[in-house]
């Protein structure tokens, strides 16, 4: 059966966007390729597996107005698309995919911002989806003017993947208008190091010269980059291109992700090798994001060689009061 057709029960549940430049990272004559296996649909995504959920740390259940997410409360998220660049296989937010906006943007956006203006705690808003860098700089600069306007805003942040699947979207003019907005933060998502090319570290590099600092956040996802010299790698490539590795997520229960997902103690047993290599700079902290207010919580276990070295230097904590 040609591909196309084995993978069409897959594309009516999620469909498929790949960016040009993002397939030209591919190398084609992997099987596995890191890069592929983040955006080729698989067959894996339909099939039924316990104990996961569309929808595992309840976000649909904390949105206080229509895709505005309030789980936190110094922080609010809006979900202002749900259109991405690259579709990526392992998202958690992969349920909105097919689902259609329910209104216009205006319409959302009012809604939005009249509950933030209605929250005098949250001082921080986080624009996701979807991306919202497949909006226009016009439509982006209305998003962020109205978050801006109110008072208790104190900052505005901005996660986006095209860094990495679509660097070209980093242009002069983005830049410019982003930078009336600051402080201004802006997440994006690397996966593996074959995505930090020359035009991924000129995007980057574009942002942090209008002084927005850029974060990485990765998900540990099997095949991709669960080896240690994988993530170092990664870890290090980021480092040279001024990014700073800030988490790293265990791969949620989510439906259609269940083939992405590793052991706990895998996940651990890398960064026990990363920390032995790598510089604290370097370092994300690995953290399972859970549903409510528990929200991401650092997963952290003490090995049998680190309980060793804490016996061996048992003196130095006994010097201390
Ligand atoms: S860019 Fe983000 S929201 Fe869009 S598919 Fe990828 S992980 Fe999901």
């Known amino acids: 059966m040609p591909w196309a057709e084995k993978i069409r029960p897959v594309l009516s549940a999620y469909p498929m966007a790949i960016t040009p430049y993002y397939l030209s990272l591919i190398q084609q004559d992997e099987e596995n390729d890191p890069l592929a296996l983040q955006c080729i649909p698989d067959l894996k995504e339909i099939s039924v597996l316990p104990n996961s959920s569309a929808d595992p740390l309840n976000e649909d259940g904390c949105m206080p107005a229509p895709k505005l997410i309030h789980r936190y409360p110094d922080r609010a998220l809006a979900i202002v698309t749900k259109t991405c660049a690259n579709y990526c296989r392992h998202c958690n937010r992969k349920r909105f995919w097919k689902t259609p906006e329910a209104s216009t943007l ?30 226009d700089d016009g439509k982006l600069e209305m998003i962020l003017a109205s978050f801006a306007a109110i008072r208790h805003v104190e900052v505005l942040r901005i996660g986006s ?3 990495a699947v679509l660097p070209m979207r980093i242009t002069k003019d983005l830049c410019r208008m982003l930078k009336r907005y600051r402080p201004l933060w802006f997440n994006t998502q690397f996966n593996h190091p074959a995505e930090i090319t020359a ?37 290090y490539g980021l480092q040279k291109i001024s990014v700073r590795p800030y988490y790293l997520f265990h791969c949620e229960p989510v439906k259609g992700c269940g083939h992405f997902r590793t052991d706990i103690r895998e996940g651990l047993t890398i960064m ?11 370092l994300p902290q690995y953290v399972a994001d859970l549903p409510g207010q528990a929200g991401k919580v650092p997963i952290l276990a003490l090995s049998k060689s680190i309980k060793n070295d804490l016996k061996e230097h048992q003196d130095f904590f006994d010097n201390f009061e």
């Open 106 to 135: 205006k319409n959302r956006l009012g809604k939005m911002v009249r509950y933030v203006a209605d929250s005098p705690k949250v001082r921080e808003v986080i624009l996701s989806g979807g991306d919202p860098l497949t909006y």
């Open 161 to 163: 993947r095209m860094p």
């Open 199 to 235: 035009d991924a570290t000129r995007a980057c590099n574009m942002l942090q010269e209008v002084g927005i600092p850029v974060s990485n956040q990765s998900v540990l996802l099997k095949d991709v980059n669960d080896k240690p010299a994988v993530m170092q790698h990664l870890l």
């Open 272 to 282: 026990e090798e990363l920390r032995r290599h790598c510089s604290g700079l370097a």
